[in-house]
């Protein structure tokens, strides 16, 4: 049982190249999430999946597109990077349940756009 | 605008002592209020919750208050140990279950 898996770990961009970030859970939830973390900034929700086949945007989606490919993966694509876009992205999945829900989060991946 | 603020960026704490992070929110549309702990180069994981409709819950060393009216959440950890040194985040859920909205973190270091 693994959790949340993302890939890769790390990444080095230059200005407009693109680049999808992988998440897939094994835990069969039904949402799942894409967060990022900026010092001083906590974690913003960019855009999330209530279920398969649904996507909604969060806080800060410009610049980025996602894609719930199956109930157990969530893919983050950012068509052309931009050094603002230098973070770390943190994915997540959680039961969508009227109770309480924590989100199980995958150890990120460190992006810098440069 | 940040509805979600947590003041402390740091917090040294010795062994054995209490240690109490605190959060406060802007708005009243959450159910669920939770922390989460994170070691460096790893994932947020959960820690403890309380529902909007409690004001006290309590998970061996870590208790959790709420006080709505003055919008407010406090986690406390008796007694501290040098393995809580993490940063810890407070989350708050909304009404439509999806989103969850993050404090900035508070650094909690607890010397031995």
């Known amino acids: 049982n693994a959790g949340v898996t993302q890939t890769p770990k790390f990444q080095v961009l230059k200005t407009g190249q693109s680049m999808t970030l992988q998440c897939a859970q094994d835990m069969n939830h039904n949402s799942m999430y894409w967060y990022r973390q900026d010092p001083g900034m906590g974690l913003r929700l960019i855009y999330y999946?209530?279920?398969?086949?649904?996507?909604d945007k969060g806080e800060v989606p410009n610049g980025y597109n996602v894609s719930r490919l199956n109930k157990r993966e969530f893919s983050l694509r950012l068509e052309s990077a931009a050094p603002s876009q230098t973070s770390v992205y943190f994915c997540a999945s959680s039961e969508l349940a009227s109770g309480i829900s924590e989100q199980f989060f995958g150890p990120g991946t460190r992006l810098t756009v440069l | 605008d940040q509805q979600v603020k947590q003041n402390s960026p740091s917090l040294s704490v010795q062994e054995g002592r209490i240690s109490i992070l605190n959060c406060d929110y802007t708005n009243s549309m959450f159910d669920y209020f939770l922390w989460y702990k994170k070691y460096p180069a790893e994932g947020p994981t959960f820690l403890i919750s309380?529902?909007?409709?409690?004001d006290k819950n309590e998970d061996g060393r870590f208790t959790v208050f709420l006080n709505k009216s003055a919008k407010h959440l406090s986690l406390h950890i008796v007694p501290s140990q040098p393995g809580d040194s993490a940063v810890y985040f407070c989350?708050?859920?909304?009404?439509?279950?999806?989103?969850?909205?993050f404090g900035s973190g508070t650094k909690l270091n607890v010397k031995p």
């Open positions: 999946s209530a279920s398969e086949g649904t996507t």
């Open positions: 309380i529902s909007s409709i409690k």
């Open positions: 989350a708050l859920r909304g009404y439509n279950f999806n989103k969850f909205y």
